[in-house]
Nanobody
Framework: VQLQASGGGLVQAGGSLRLSCAGS????????MAWFRQAPGKERDFVATISWDGGSTAYTDSVKGRFTISRDNAKNTVYLQMNSLKPEDTAVYYCAASPRGDSYYSGKTYRYWGQGTQVTVSS
């Protein structure tokens, strides 16, 4: 199983980025997908999640209204559209896949992880 995250980069505050995470070696549509992020010196935190069919999403409070998670099961890909970026969004962003529907905010429920993509927001 491989989750390949891409789309990170350097952007000014107020700008946008779209992250992608392509899955292979798994039945993608069987898995809840999520994005987590880890800033320097901090723990890895939940950002957003989407159910297997895309019908349900959830976000951490700090990104609500700015970030949108979506998925295309035909392409085995999950996306994170990030708008109105702030310097505090700077982190390595990881995608993850879980066979479970509960406790989506906890990294412990996710079975597979991508390698991470760096997002840097300058002020």
């Amino acid at each position: 199983v491989q989750l390949q995250a891409s789309g990170g980069g350097l952007v000014q505050a107020g700008g946008s980025l779209r992250l992608s995470c392509a899955g292979s070696g798994l039945t993608f549509s069987d898995y809840r997908m999520a994005w987590f992020r880890q800033a320097p010196g901090k723990e890895r935190d939940f950002v957003a999640t989407i159910s297997w069919d895309g019908g349900s999403t959830a976000y951490t409070d700090s990104v609500k209204g700015r970030f949108t998670i979506s998925r295309d099961n035909a392409k085995n890909t999950v996306y994170l559209q990030m708008n109105s970026l702030k310097p505090e969004d700077t982190a390595v962003y990881y995608c993850a896949a879980s066979p479970r529907g509960d406790s989506y905010y906890s990294g412990k429920t996710y079975r597979y992880w991508g390698q991470g993509t760096q997002v840097t927001v300058s002020s």
